[in-house]
């Protein structure tokens, strides 16, 4: 039970983390924290059988995302 409420505690301060990113670039009126996380979903970590991994394409509006957000999320290293 205990950790139930372990990670129930740590995606509400997720959350109210993205909520408060959003608020401080006046982005919360375009996109909520559910859509950033549903954007941010479209990108996938690929692991190739001689141990090389990358990053699947990243879409236009996810690069802005991080962009504006200043989250830095996207290294260059990974990048296809």
Do not use: A, C, H
Request: proline share 4%.
């Amino acid at each position: 039970m205990r950790g139930y409420f372990f990670v129930s505690f740590l995606t509400l301060y997720f959350y109210f983390n993205l909520l408060e990113k959003l608020r401080q670039k006046s982005l919360i009126g375009k996109i909520s924290p559910q859509e950033l996380l549903m954007e941010l979903s479209k990108v996938y970590l690929i692991s190739y059988s001689d141990d090389e991994v990358k990053l699947s394409e990243i879409p236009e509006k996810v690069e802005k995302i991080d962009k504006e957000l200043n989250l830095n999320l996207f290294p260059k290293i990974l990048q296809s």
